[in-house]
Antibody, heavy 116, light 110 residues
């Protein structure tokens, strides 16, 4: 069955960096666009970034543009999110998600807490 | 970019029917498909409606979706409410390579 397993979350100080990973299995990862979607505690879903199936195009929410970088390694069926210059408002559960115009597959999420 | 606006919360009794709206702020609601996701506490979202009115396999036919160009909105209707339907519901559409989510609606079944 389809699995998206995020890792790399944790507690980090403001201004520091963190890299999230998402291991995919059970579907043809290299054929799917992939997103990161986050959810702050008690809040709604917020789209963060998307990468095309072949990595040729990447787009970001204004709130993370210039600080976050999405990437993928199709040979490893893995999606990444490099997060730099982290702020308190980046505190959220980060979901890896498969699809382009809609989400077909969701991961279980990994928690990122930005706090001193 | 446009916004999608949902009511913050709705409540209804078991066995009744409830409709959750999702209004697009600019541009036509029919321009891009609308999806609906259900999220129970502590869980990841799951799709209950995709492409305006399509149900994934395994989603009961009590769930239905529609769009209304006159009000520029999409709607999720759940009939025969069950306590297990209590959850947060999010609408989602697409614009210029980005996903747009509504703010979410908390459905209480009491």
């Amino acid at each position: 069955q389809v699995q998206l397993v995020e890792s790399g979350g944790g507690v980090v100080q403001p201004g520091r960096s963190l890299r999230l990973s998402c291991a995919a299995s059970g579907f043809t990862f290299s054929s799917y666009g992939m997103h990161w979607v986050r959810q702050a505690p008690g809040k709604g879903l917020e789209w963060v970034a998307v990468i095309w199936y072949d990595g040729s195009n990447k787009y970001y929410a204004d709130s993370v543009k210039g600080r976050f970088t999405i990437s993928r390694d199709n040979s490893k069926n893995t999606l990444y999110l490099q997060m730099n210059s982290l702020r308190a408002e980046d505190t959220a559960v980060y979901y890896c998600a498969g699809g382009i115009t809609m989400i077909t597959y969701w991961g279980q999420g990994t928690m990122v807490t930005v706090s001193s | 970019n446009f916004m999608l606006t949902q009511p913050h919360s709705v409540s209804e009794s078991p066995g009744k029917t409830v409709t959750i709206s999702c209004t697009r702020s600019s541009g036509s609601i029919a321009s891009n498909y609308v999806q609906w996701y259900q999220q129970r506490p502590g869980s990841s979202p799951t799709t209950v409606i995709y492409e305006d009115n399509q149900r994934p396999s395994g989603v009961p036919d009590r769930f239905s979706g529609s769009i209304d160009s006159s009000s520029n909105s999409a709607s999720l209707t759940i009939s025969g409410l069950k306590t297990e339907d209590e959850a947060d519901y999010y609408c989602q559409s697409y614009d210029s390579s980005t996903l747009v989510f509504g703010g979410g609606t908390k459905l209480t079944v009491l």
